[in-house]
């Protein structure tokens, strides 16, 4: 079964500490993996994607993520937390072109 | 442009009750696609379609129905209100998601938080 998992359901960092958010993969074939953020009454906003090539995908807000096909992993990293990037963060992964799969989004919480 | 349009922002519902909610784009991408968002669970594609006329169900579909009779638009269709269907709808376009190997990046409309009594 195709499926992504995000094992936080929280993730708390302070202002200026580097941040990650995890994210796990299973789709069979070649991985298109995706981050969106939400911030409250809002929709999904587009962060970065990996379809192929370089590991380390680059994003808007200074977020980038890192693919790790041997660990099925796509974790989400920025070095420096901002309070305004307190959000609910979604990892998301494509099966057979036409199927998003959505893990169940981790609350990131920046503290000043 | 203004993206991806959703409406209503809101709405309340009986039991039984049918409705639709509507979902427009203005950016003539051929893939649009339906999710259910609920507490703990992410995001949950119902139905989505690949082109005018083609439709096809996600991962929770029962409840539900759609159309595209247009490039456009993508009504979502509650046949028969249940308080289990009680969510935030969000609706979502893209260019073809399979196009020569290239998936697209998805856009979301602002959704719709439905409650069903």
């Known amino acids: 079964a195709q499926s992504v998992a995000q094992p936080e359901d929280q993730v708390n960092v302070a202002e200026g500490n580097p941040l990650t958010v995890k994210c796990t993969y299973s789709?069979?074939?070649?991985?298109?993996l995706f981050w969106y953020v939400q911030y409250p009454n809002r929709g999904l906003q587009f962060l970065l994607k990996?379809?192929?090539?370089?590991?380390l995908v680059k994003g808007s807000y200074g977020f980038e993520a890192e693919f790790n096909k041997s660990q099925t992993s796509f974790h989400l990293k920025k070095p420096s937390a901002l309070v305004s990037d307190s959000a609910l963060y979604f990892c998301a992964a494509v099966y057979n072109f036409n199927k998003f799969y959505f893990g169940s989004g981790t609350k990131l919480n920046v503290k000043p | 442009n203004a993206g991806v349009t959703q409406t209503p922002k809101f709405q309340v519902l009986k039991t039984g009750q049918s409705m639709t909610l509507q979902c427009a784009q203005d950016m003539n991408h051929e893939y649009m696609s339906w999710y259910r968002q609920d507490p703990g669970m992410g995001l949950r594609l119902i139905h989505y379609?690949?082109?005018?006329?083609?439709?096809d169900q996600g991962e929770v579909p029962n409840g539900y129905n759609v159309s595209r009779s247009t490039t456009e638009d993508f009504p979502l269709r509650l046949l028969s209100a249940a308080p289990s269907q009680t969510s935030v709808y969000f609706c979502?376009?893209?260019?073809?998601?399979?196009?020569?190997?290239?998936?697209?990046?998805?856009?979301f409309g602002p959704g719709t938080r439905l409650t069903v009594l």
């Open positions: 990996y379809i192929t090539g370089d590991n």
């Open positions: 789709v069979s074939g070649n991985p298109y």
């Open positions: 379609s690949v082109g005018a006329g083609i439709t």
């Open positions: 979502a376009s893209s260019y073809s998601l399979g196009s020569g190997g290239a998936v697209h990046t998805q856009y």
